[in-house]
């Protein structure tokens, strides 16, 4: 049986969500796929760095997880491991690096440069985070493929909904010519409560209480999260080299209760649409509040829900949507990128 041994670099909401995803599924990826997937190493910042070149123990990584106590995973250490990130990674044992630190949307930095230092180790590499894929998405692509490795990144939008892994798949022989939609599920959430009569300060506290909102909300408010996102489909799937600033987005902070009241009279409702794509006058993209009526598929897109539709030549409008999105939907995406590498490592 073959072993894919994995690095994972971040072991937070995701990282974690992963973990128990592997455990969960470590059974029918042997019998379905084939592999046996080993986790040997995870660095953090502020919880310990662990490496086990027999892979952890996984009884002893989950009894962790659920612990109520810190986290350490230094005391699943078995190398005596000393040193930074960048050591870290020059060290592991694994042929994946599953990267899930947090995203920097003005660089990508510093996870692009742990993605590069992974590649040029050749290893393959996945990640959640989309700021290396706006940012590094073809050099990553093209140093992962100097030493016959992949990059894969399909929960970096849409969490594990398959969108990156379509058009190399299913929707090859397709022209893609733009797509719109709702990229931020906080916005979402937090347009769904205006509506019910909230103010949005009201709604972001709504927001923070089930941990949807961060202390700082301004990334989701202020379309900036969505903004990177349309940069990462632009640049993955239409050639495009957008930086969020590029985007310009309008948040929805702009909306008042008037707004919102106005829009209902009319039978209409608020949304932050994402969108981009070739326009007679060029590339065009935009991540502002629109009122859209019933007739359009974003009417009926709730709560923390996303949706994407794409335009292409064969296929008018192709829609997608995730419902109830998490960090285990989130650690799906992870697991398509990994079994998408073995597949590669079988063809
Ligand atoms: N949450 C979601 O559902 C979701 C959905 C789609 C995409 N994403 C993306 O996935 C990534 C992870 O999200 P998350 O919610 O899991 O974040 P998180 O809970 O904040 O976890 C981040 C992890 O990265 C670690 N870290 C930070 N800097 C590091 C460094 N220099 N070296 C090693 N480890 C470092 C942190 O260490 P400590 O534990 O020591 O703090 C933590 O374990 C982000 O890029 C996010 O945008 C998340």
Same mark, same amino acid.
């Given at each position: 049986m073959k072993t894919m041994d994995l690095a994972l670099l971040g072991f937070g909401n995701v990282g974690k969500a992963f973990a128990r995803l592997l455990a969960a599924k470590t059974?029918? /990826?042997?019998?379905?796929?084939?592999?046996?997937? !080993? *986790?040997?190493?995870i660095a953090t910042k502020k919880h310990g760095i662990c490496i086990d070149p027999d892979g952890l123990?996984?009884? %002893?990584?989950?009894?962790?997880?659920?612990?109520?106590?810190?986290?350490? &995973?230094?005391?699943?250490? !078995?190398m005596d491991f000393e040193g930074d990130t960048f050591e870290f990674i020059r060290q592991v044992p694994a042929h994946i690096l599953v990267e899930t630190t947090p995203?920097?949307?003005?660089?990508?930095?510093?996870?692009?440069?742990?993605?590069?230092?992974?590649? !040029?180790?050749?290893?393959?590499?996945? #990640?959640?985070?989309?700021?290396?894929?706006?940012?590094?998405?073809?050099e990553l692509t093209e140093l992962t493929s100097q030493h016959n490795?992949? +990059?894969?990144?399909?929960?970096?939008?849409?969490?594990? %909904?398959?969108? +990156?892994? &379509?058009?190399?798949?299913? /929707?090859?022989?397709?022209? /893609?010519?733009? +797509?719109?939609?709702?990229?931020?599920?906080?916005?979402?959430?937090?347009?769904?409560?205006?509506?019910?009569?909230e103010t949005l300060e009201e709604a972001i506290a709504y927001g923070a209480s089930i941990g949807i909102t961060e202390t700082d909300p301004s990334n989701d408010v202020d379309g900036w999260d969505a903004? *990177?996102?349309? %940069?990462? /489909?632009?640049?993955?799937?239409?050639?495009?080299?957008?930086?969020?600033?590029?985007?310009?987005?309008?948040?929805? !902070?702009? *909306? #008042?209760?008037?707004?919102?009241?106005?829009?209902?009279?009319?039978?209409?409702r608020w949304k932050l649409v994402c969108q981009g794509g070739w326009k007679e006058d060029g590339y065009k993209v935009g991540v502002k509040p629109e009122m859209v009526s019933p007739g359009s598929p974003l009417y009926t897109v709730d709560g923390t829900s996303s949706f994407v539709s794409f335009e292409l030549d064969? &296929?008018?409008?192709?829609? *997608?949507?995730?419902?109830?999105?998490?960090p285990k939907t989130t650690a799906f995406g992870l697991l398509a990128d990994l079994i998408d590498i073995v597949k590669s490592e079988t063809r």
């Open positions: 059974q029918e /990826l042997q019998e379905e796929y084939g592999f046996l997937p !080993r *986790i040997t190493a123990d996984e009884k %002893a990584l989950l009894h962790l997880l659920d612990g109520s106590k810190p986290m350490d &995973l230094s005391v699943l250490d !078995r995203v920097n949307p003005h660089s990508g930095l510093p996870a692009l440069d742990y993605l590069r230092a992974g590649a !040029r180790r050749g290893l393959h590499l996945i #990640t959640a985070n989309k700021g290396p894929v706006v940012y590094g998405f073809r490795r992949l +990059f894969r990144f399909e929960s970096a939008v849409m969490d594990g %909904a398959p969108i +990156f892994s &379509l058009f190399r798949g299913p /929707l090859a022989g397709a022209k /893609l010519h733009g +797509f719109y939609g709702i990229l931020n599920s906080c916005t979402n959430l937090l347009l769904e409560r205006m509506r019910n009569g903004a *990177i996102k349309v %940069a990462a /489909l632009s640049n993955v799937l239409l050639g495009q080299s957008l930086t969020p600033m590029d985007v310009k987005p309008t948040g929805i !902070r702009g *909306i #008042t209760p008037e707004m919102i009241a106005s829009a209902e009279a009319q039978g209409k064969v &296929l008018p409008g192709l829609g *997608i949507l995730e419902s109830d999105p998490s």
